[in-house]
Nanobody, 124 residues
């Protein structure tokens, strides 16, 4: 079993930055795909970014490409999401997911483990 705990959310003005962290425990996730998703009120959970076990060639949703950066530190069993140039439409609960596969996925259904989420609110 893997437990995931997100942190780093908060309230920020448009144009600001936040860095989210997702700490894994229970076992190593160094061989897992790690993803970030978000869910706004009244909407379905949507893909934001994913990174493979090696950290190379991350995948991003078009809506965040060029503004967000996903990274991982396998020694710390932690994945990060650096969010820059934030917009009000980025407001959501952000979730971290772990997928026991070498193949990245954008699908919520593919992920095996989830954290509880951290709220990000961007004011205009």
């Amino acid at each position: 079993q893997v437990q995931l705990v997100e942190s780093g959310g908060g309230v920020v003005q448009a144009g600001g930055s936040l860095r989210l962290s997702c700490a894994a425990s229970g076992r190593t996730v160094s061989n897992s795909v790690m993803g970030w998703f978000r869910q706004a009120p009244g909407k379905e959970r949507e893909f934001v970014a994913a990174i493979g076990w090696s950290g190379g060639s991350p995948d991003y949703a078009d809506s965040v490409k060029g503004r967000f950066a996903i990274s991982r530190d396998n020694a710390k069993n932690t994945v990060y999401l650096q969010m820059n140039s934030l917009k009000p439409e980025d407001t959501a609960v952000y979730f971290c997911g772990a997928l026991d596969s070498y193949r990245r996925s954008r699908s919520v259904r593919d992920y095996d483990y989830w954290g509880q989420g951290t709220q990000v609110t961007v004011s205009s």
